[in-house]
C-alpha cells in the first residue's frame, strides 16, 4: 500500500486574480468584461463570475453556527437532522372522500404531514348550503364546514403522528375551532397533537383586498388564537406569514422577504401588545416562502431570512432560542407552466432541492400538472418521490448547511438580506404593512417589479423552457380530474344536514362567542368558545356568522397572480381556438435559402420563435434560387413567410427572392438576422421585418397574430 499523500494543488502553480482576468480578456477578444460576464439580478444585486477569499471574510464567522446566531446557516445545531425536512404535501380535492383516499396514499407512500387548502365557500364563511355558496363550493379547496367533515377527511389519520396543517383564508379562527374539536373528539392529548393554524390576516387582505372585519379585529382575534395555542397546545402554531401572495404578483426576492418581515413585525406587535411574552409570540410564527427554480438565489433567500427574522426578534428582547425562524418552503405557482407541464419536474425538483439545501423546516412540492387544475395521481406520485430522492438518495440531510462557506452563496446571502433590510425598513417608515398595503406603496412596487421581469421573459432574455423556448404546439394535453362540483355540493348539504339535530346546542354555543367581552380579545377567550362551538355541532359557516355579529370590515386592492409564462400561452390558446375554428393553426413558410449548413441554423430559430406563439412553421430543405421557393410557397397556402440562411448568401437572395415572394402574394416577409447595415436595402427589396436574438419576441408575435387573422 502506497501510504503517500496525494496533494494535487502543490503540483500547480497558483494563479492570481489578474492572471485569470487577462486569460478572459483575450478569450472575449475585444467584447467588453462588464457586459459579458456580469450579471444583474432583479434586486439589484451585480453577480460576478467569480468569488474569491477576498469576497467573504474567513475571520470572525459572521454567518456563526447552525443552531446560533444569527441563524442563517440554520436553526438547529445538526441541521435537519438524520431524516431531513418535513414532507408536506398540499390537498384541495373538493370531494372529502377522494381527498381522503389522497392523504393516507401519501401518508403510507413518503409525506409527513399535509396542508389543508378549504374551499372559496368556507373562506367567505359559507356553508355549502347557503344560496351564495352555489358558485364558490368546491373550488379550489376541499368541501370541509364542519367537524364530521375533517373527521371524515382525516379518517384513519394518526393526529398524533401526523402533523396538519390549514388553510382556510379569513375563517382561520372557525377552521382552527374545527381541527382542535377533532383533537378533542378523537382524545388526543393537547401535549402531543401537531399542526398549524396558520392565521394570517394580512395575507388574506393582500389576496382578496378584503376582511370581514377591521384589520385591529383581525389581528387582534390571531392574538387571541395565539394565546390559547402557546398556552395549550405547545406542539401547535397559530400564526402563519404567507408571503405567496406577493411573490405571484410579481414581487422580487428582496420584496419578498421585505414583506415577510414587516407582516412578521405586525404580527409580533399584536401578540405582545395581547399580552402575550415576545418569546411565546416568535414561537408561534411560521414563516411560508414560494421558492423560485433559480437554484442560488433560492438558497441563499431562505438563508438571509434566517439572518433578517433572528435581528428582528434579536431588538425585540426575544432569547436566542425563541429566534430561530421556522421555515415552510413551496415551490411556487409563478414558475408553473401548463405549456409542456412536464418540465414543471424539472422546475419543482429544482426549487425544493435548493429549500432543502437551505435548511427549510418543511417543503412542498406541486405536482407537474397543479397549474392545469386538480392535480392527478401521477403529479401526486412525482411530486413526493421528488423529495424522497432528494432526502434518501441524494444524501442532502449528511451535511449540515452544505453550501455554507461559499463565497458565493454567503456574499449573495449578505447581499441580498441588506438589500431587502432596506426595503423593509421602508415599508416600516411608512407605518409598517397595513399602511403599505392601504396606501398602494407594495403593489406599486411589486408591479414595477413584474413589468421589468415581463419585459425580459417577452425578449426571451429568461427563457421558459417549453414554452417561450423549444415549444411543441403537437403536443397531447395533460387530462386532470374534474369532480361533479354540484353532486358534491348536494352531498355535502346532506351531510351538513344531519346536523340540524344539533341546531339549537350550536347556536347557543356559537351565541357564546358573542359575549367575549373585547377587552379580554387576544387572552385565547374567543378561540375557546369556538372550539367548544364547533364540538357540539357548529359549522363553520355558523363559526364565521357569530363572528361577523362582532363588526367591521377591511378593504384595499388586491394583488394580482401571475405566472411567468402566461403572455406566451396566452399567444398559443388564441392559436389553438383558431385551430378549432378553421381547421388549422396560423402558419408561416420557412423560405430557406442555400445549403442545409446555411439555412438550418436560422430555420431552426425561427421555428422556435413562431412557435412559441402557436404558430406552425412549414419547413422545407432548403432552395437554390427565387422560383423554386416561389413555387414552394404558393402550394404550402401560407401567406407570411421568413427568409432563412446566412448572412453570406442573404446579399445574394434577398433582392431577388423577397420581391419574388411579395409578387406571389406573401403578405408580411420576416428575415431572420440582425441585417445591420444591410436594413435599408433589404427593406427596398420587399422585407418588412427582422426577428434576432435580443429583439421584442412577444411583441412580434402578437402584431404576427393579428395580421394572421387569429386576433384583433
Same mark, same amino acid.
Given at each position: 500500500?502506497?501510504?503517500?499523500?496525494?496533494?494535487?494543488?502543490?503540483?500547480?502553480?497558483?494563479?492570481?486574480?489578474?492572471?485569470?482576468?487577462?486569460?478572459?480578456?483575450?478569450?472575449?477578444?475585444?467584447?467588453?468584461?462588464?457586459?459579458?460576464?456580469?450579471?444583474?439580478?432583479?434586486?439589484?444585486?451585480?453577480?460576478?463570475?467569480?468569488?474569491?477569499?477576498?469576497?467573504?471574510?474567513?475571520?470572525?464567522?459572521?454567518?456563526?453556527?447552525?443552531?446560533?446566531?444569527?441563524?442563517?446557516?440554520?436553526?438547529?445545531?445538526?441541521?435537519?437532522?438524520?431524516?431531513?425536512?418535513?414532507?408536506?404535501?398540499?390537498?384541495?380535492?373538493?370531494?372529502?372522500?377522494?381527498?381522503?383516499?389522497?392523504?393516507?396514499?401519501?401518508?403510507?407512500?413518503?409525506?409527513?404531514?399535509?396542508?389543508?387548502?378549504?374551499?372559496?365557500?368556507?373562506?367567505?364563511?359559507?356553508?355549502?348550503?347557503?344560496?351564495?355558496?352555489?358558485?364558490?363550493?368546491?373550488?379550489?379547496?376541499?368541501?370541509?364546514?364542519?367537524?364530521?367533515?375533517?373527521?371524515?377527511?382525516?379518517?384513519?389519520?394518526?393526529?398524533?403522528?401526523?402533523?396538519?396543517?390549514?388553510?382556510?383564508?379569513?375563517?382561520?379562527?372557525?377552521?382552527?375551532?374545527?381541527?382542535?374539536?377533532?383533537?378533542?373528539?378523537?382524545?388526543?392529548?393537547?401535549?402531543?397533537?401537531?399542526? @398549524?393554524?396558520? $392565521? +394570517?390576516?394580512? !395575507?388574506?387582505? #393582500?389576496? *382578496?383586498?378584503?376582511?370581514? %372585519?377591521? =384589520?385591529?379585529?383581525?389581528? @387582534?382575534?390571531? $392574538? +387571541?388564537?395565539? !394565546?390559547?395555542? #402557546?398556552? *395549550?397546545?405547545?406542539?401547535? %402554531?397559530? =400564526?402563519?406569514?404567507?408571503?405567496?401572495?406577493?411573490? +405571484?404578483?410579481? !414581487?422580487?426576492? #428582496?420584496?419578498?422577504?421585505?414583506?415577510?418581515?414587516?407582516?412578521?413585525?405586525?404580527?409580533?406587535?399584536?401578540?405582545?401588545?395581547?399580552?402575550?411574552?415576545?418569546?411565546?409570540?416568535?414561537?408561534?410564527?411560521?414563516?411560508?416562502?414560494?421558492?423560485?427554480?433559480?437554484?442560488?438565489?433560492?438558497?441563499?433567500?431562505?438563508?438571509?431570512?434566517?439572518?433578517?427574522?433572528?435581528?428582528?426578534?434579536?431588538?425585540?428582547?426575544?432569547?436566542?432560542?425563541?429566534?430561530?425562524?421556522?421555515?415552510?418552503?413551496?415551490?411556487?405557482?409563478?414558475?408553473?407552466?401548463?405549456?409542456?407541464?412536464?418540465?414543471?419536474?424539472?422546475?419543482?425538483?429544482?426549487?425544493?432541492?435548493?429549500?432543502?439545501?437551505?435548511?427549510?423546516?418543511?417543503?412542498?412540492?406541486?405536482?407537474?400538472?397543479?397549474?392545469?387544475?386538480?392535480?392527478?395521481?401521477?403529479?401526486?406520485?412525482?411530486?413526493?418521490?421528488?423529495?424522497?430522492?432528494?432526502?434518501?438518495?441524494?444524501?442532502?440531510?449528511?451535511?449540515?448547511?452544505?453550501?455554507?462557506?461559499?463565497?458565493?452563496?454567503?456574499?449573495?446571502?449578505?447581499?441580498?438580506?441588506?438589500?431587502?433590510?432596506?426595503?423593509?425598513?421602508?415599508?416600516?417608515?411608512?407605518?409598517?404593512?397595513?399602511?403599505?398595503?392601504?396606501?398602494?406603496?407594495?403593489?406599486?412596487?411589486?408591479?414595477?417589479?413584474?413589468?421589468?421581469?415581463?419585459?425580459?421573459?417577452?425578449?426571451?432574455?429568461?427563457?421558459?423552457?417549453?414554452?417561450?423556448?423549444?415549444?411543441?404546439?403537437?403536443?397531447?394535453?395533460?387530462?386532470?380530474?374534474?369532480?361533479?362540483?354540484?353532486?358534491?355540493?348536494?352531498?355535502?348539504?346532506?351531510?351538513?344536514?344531519?346536523?340540524?339535530?344539533?341546531?339549537?346546542?350550536?347556536?347557543?354555543?356559537?351565541?357564546?362567542?358573542?359575549?367575549?367581552?373585547?377587552?379580554?380579545?387576544?387572552?385565547?377567550?374567543?378561540?375557546?368558545?369556538?372550539?367548544?362551538?364547533?364540538?357540539?355541532?357548529?359549522?363553520?359557516?355558523?363559526?364565521?356568522?357569530?363572528?361577523?355579529?362582532?363588526?367591521?370590515?377591511?378593504?384595499?386592492?388586491?394583488?394580482?397572480?401571475?405566472?411567468?409564462?402566461?403572455?406566451?400561452?396566452?399567444?398559443?390558446?388564441?392559436?389553438?381556438?383558431?385551430?378549432?375554428?378553421?381547421?388549422?393553426?396560423?402558419?408561416?413558410?420557412?423560405?430557406?435559402?442555400?445549403?442545409?449548413?446555411?439555412?438550418?441554423?436560422?430555420?431552426?430559430?425561427?421555428?422556435?420563435?413562431?412557435?412559441?406563439?402557436?404558430?406552425?412553421?412549414?419547413?422545407?430543405?432548403?432552395?437554390?434560387?427565387?422560383?423554386?421557393?416561389?413555387?414552394?410557397?404558393?402550394?404550402?397556402?401560407?401567406?407570411?413567410?421568413?427568409?432563412?440562411?446566412?448572412?453570406?448568401?442573404?446579399?445574394?437572395?434577398?433582392?431577388?427572392?423577397?420581391?419574388?415572394?411579395?409578387?406571389?402574394?406573401?403578405?408580411?416577409?420576416?428575415?431572420?438576422?440582425?441585417?445591420?447595415?444591410?436594413?435599408?436595402?433589404?427593406?427596398?427589396?420587399?422585407?418588412?421585418?427582422?426577428?434576432?436574438?435580443?429583439?421584442?419576441?412577444?411583441?412580434?408575435?402578437?402584431?404576427?397574430?393579428?395580421?394572421?387573422?387569429?386576433?384583433?
Amino acid at each position: 500500500m502506497n501510504d503517500e499523500i496525494l496533494a494535487i494543488a502543490g503540483d500547480f502553480p497558483a494563479t492570481s486574480y489578474d492572471e485569470w482576468r487577462g486569460a478572459v480578456d483575450k478569450a472575449l477578444k475585444g467584447a467588453p468584461f462588464e457586459k459579458k460576464l456580469v450579471s444583474k439580478l432583479y434586486e439589484g444585486i451585480t453577480v460576478q463570475p467569480i468569488y474569491r477569499r477576498t469576497d467573504w471574510p474567513s475571520e470572525g464567522d459572521p454567518s456563526g453556527f447552525p443552531g446560533a446566531m444569527p441563524f442563517t446557516r440554520g436553526c438547529g445545531a445538526a441541521g435537519a437532522g438524520p431524516d431531513g425536512w418535513d414532507v408536506r404535501q398540499e390537498h384541495s380535492h373538493p370531494d372529502v372522500k377522494a381527498g381522503n383516499d389522497e392523504i393516507l396514499t401519501d401518508l403510507e407512500r413518503g409525506v409527513g404531514s399535509g396542508l389543508i387548502q378549504f374551499d372559496q365557500a368556507a373562506q367567505a364563511g359559507l356553508d355549502a348550503d347557503a344560496a351564495s355558496a352555489e358558485s364558490l363550493a368546491g373550488r379550489d379547496g376541499v368541501m370541509v364546514y364542519s367537524v364530521d367533515d375533517l373527521d371524515a377527511l382525516l379518517a384513519e389519520v394518526s393526529l398524533d403522528i401526523a402533523p396538519v396543517s390549514l388553510d382556510a383564508g379569513a375563517q382561520y379562527l372557525p377552521a382552527a375551532a374545527l381541527l382542535a374539536a377533532l383533537w378533542r373528539r378523537r382524545n388526543v392529548a393537547p401535549g402531543v397533537a401537531l399542526g @398549524a393554524f396558520n $392565521a +394570517d390576516p394580512l !395575507a388574506v387582505l #393582500a389576496s *382578496t383586498g378584503a376582511l370581514p %372585519t377591521t =384589520v385591529d379585529t383581525a389581528l @387582534a382575534r390571531m $392574538a +387571541d388564537l395565539a !394565546a390559547l395555542t #402557546a398556552a *395549550t397546545y405547545p406542539k401547535v %402554531t397559530a =400564526v402563519g406569514v404567507n408571503t405567496s401572495v406577493y411573490y +405571484d404578483a410579481g !414581487a422580487n426576492e #428582496a420584496q419578498d422577504l421585505a414583506c415577510s418581515m414587516a407582516t412578521g413585525v405586525a404580527y409580533l406587535r399584536a401578540m405582545t401588545q395581547a399580552g402575550m411574552s415576545v418569546d411565546a409570540a416568535c414561537r408561534q410564527i411560521v414563516f411560508t416562502f414560494s421558492v423560485g427554480c433559480d437554484f442560488f438565489l433560492t438558497m441563499t433567500k431562505l438563508r438571509a431570512a434566517r439572518k433578517m427574522w433572528a435581528r428582528i426578534a434579536e431588538s425585540c428582547g426575544a432569547s436566542e432560542s425563541a429566534r430561530a425562524m421556522t421555515i415552510f418552503a413551496r415551490t411556487a405557482d409563478r414558475m408553473m407552466t401548463r405549456r409542456d407541464p412536464w418540465v414543471n419536474m424539472l422546475r419543482t425538483t429544482t426549487a425544493a432541492f435548493a429549500a432543502g439545501v437551505a435548511g427549510a423546516n418543511a417543503v412542498s412540492v406541486l405536482p407537474f400538472d397543479a397549474s392545469l387544475g386538480l392535480p392527478g395521481g401521477l403529479g401526486r406520485r412525482i411530486a413526493r418521490n421528488a423529495q424522497t430522492v432528494l432526502r434518501e438518495e441524494s444524501s442532502l440531510t449528511r451535511v449540515v448547511d452544505p453550501a455554507g462557506g461559499s463565497w458565493y452563496v454567503e456574499s449573495l446571502t449578505d447581499e441580498l438580506a441588506r438589500v431587502a433590510w432596506t426595503t423593509f425598513q421602508e415599508i416600516e417608515k411608512a407605518g409598517g404593512m397595513v399602511n403599505a398595503l392601504s396606501n398602494g406603496m407594495i403593489a406599486e412596487r411589486i408591479a414595477a417589479s413584474h413589468a421589468e421581469r415581463e419585459k425580459n421573459i417577452g425578449k426571451r432574455k429568461d427563457p421558459i423552457t417549453g414554452v417561450s423556448e423549444f415549444p411543441n404546439i403537437t403536443e397531447s394535453p395533460v387530462e386532470s380530474p374534474k369532480p361533479d362540483l354540484k353532486a358534491l355540493r348536494a352531498e355535502a348539504t346532506k351531510r351538513l344536514d344531519a346536523l340540524r339535530s344539533q341546531r339549537v346546542t350550536a347556536l347557543a354555543a356559537a351565541a357564546s362567542m358573542r359575549s367575549v367581552d373585547r377587552a379580554v380579545l387576544g387572552q385565547g377567550k374567543l378561540a375557546a368558545a369556538a372550539i367548544d362551538a364547533a364540538a357540539v355541532g357548529a359549522t363553520l359557516g355558523t363559526l364565521a356568522e357569530a363572528l361577523s355579529a362582532l363588526g367591521g370590515g377591511a378593504t384595499v386592492k388586491a394583488l394580482p397572480r401571475h405566472r411567468l409564462s402566461e403572455t406566451f400561452e396566452t399567444l398559443r390558446d388564441q392559436a389553438d381556438a383558431f385551430k378549432v375554428k378553421t381547421g388549422a393553426w396560423p402558419r408561416i413558410f420557412l423560405a430557406n435559402m442555400g445549403p442545409v449548413a446555411h439555412h438550418t441554423g436560422r430555420a431552426t430559430f425561427a421555428k422556435n420563435f413562431f412557435e412559441t406563439g402557436g404558430i406552425e412553421t412549414l419547413g422545407n430543405n432548403g432552395f437554390a434560387d427565387a422560383e423554386s421557393c416561389v413555387k414552394a410557397f404558393k402550394d404550402s397556402g401560407a401567406s407570411m413567410a421568413i427568409l432563412c440562411s446566412s448572412d453570406a448568401l442573404y446579399e445574394g437572395f434577398v433582392p431577388s427572392t423577397a420581391p419574388a415572394l411579395k409578387q406571389a402574394g406573401c403578405s408580411y416577409l420576416f428575415l431572420a438576422g440582425n441585417p445591420g447595415e444591410k436594413k435599408q436595402a433589404y427593406s427596398e427589396a420587399g422585407v418588412d421585418d427582422y426577428i434576432f436574438l435580443g429583439g421584442d419576441v412577444l411583441g412580434t408575435l402578437r402584431a404576427t397574430l393579428a395580421r394572421l387573422g387569429v386576433t384583433k
